[in-house]
């Protein structure tokens, strides 16, 4: 019997929604995640992976990296985008064409035309990492959507509402999946469930997650 569903099957796309502003892009970047995780090969190369303090001084379990004009960062501080990268001192690298192309095509499936993302964060989780719940408010740009891409060991994503108490949902990220979030949503509160331990044929031991935001 021929089975109904293949979760590695290229052609298995299909959009959920999540929200009134939100899409669930099941499979999007299944065909080109060979060439995306080339892409993010050559960033961390250049901006390589690190543990982040959070202003309260916590190192933060989750690894990131950035390419683009500018790049998320956290330190004691606080949080904010800057030019060059804390670690090298350098500009961040440039954000892959291949990898804004696909951000902007997502937004637009969504009903986002005109996403102009110019930083993409890069977020490496191991086995046990975890990102606690938050808000997406260092952007000056909270009218345009964030294009989320989730690479190798799927992850429980925890959705909630406007407050950081309430009822929140718990929903399978998968390898290949897109979330575009904008709108009423934008400002929802979420977080990641720490990483179950797996092994993935393109990623390892890990979880890698891309979000691309236009910040100004
Ligand atoms: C993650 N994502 O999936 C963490 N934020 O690893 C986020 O924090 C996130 O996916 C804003 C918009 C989309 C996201
Ligand atoms: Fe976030």
Known sequence: MQDLFDINDPDDVWPETLGSG????HGFLVAQAGQVMADIA?????????????????RMSVAMSNCGTQGWVSDRAGYRYQTTDPHTAKPWPAMPPGLRALAQ??????GYDGF?????????????????????????????????FSLGLPATFI?????????TRRIMLRHGDAV?????????????APLKDGEHALTGRARINLTFRQIN
Not at 180 to 192: A, C, K, N, P
């Open 159 to 167: 959705w909630g509402g406007w407050q950081r108490t309430g009822t």
């Open 105 to 110: 095509q997502a937004a637009k499936d969504s």
């Open 42 to 58: 050559r960033v961390v190369a250049q901006a390589p992976y690190r543990h982040l303090s959070t202003p309260g001084g916590k």
């Open 116 to 148: 102009e993302p110019g930083v993409c964060l890069i977020n490496h989780y191991a086995p046990g990492a975890r990102m606690g719940l938050h808000q997406d408010r260092d952007e000056n740009n909270l009218t345009a959507p964030i294009v989320s």
């Open 180 to 192: 575009v979030w904008g709108g009423e949503d934008r400002l929802r509160f979420h977080g990641v």
């Open 22 to 25: 939100t899409t669930w892009i």
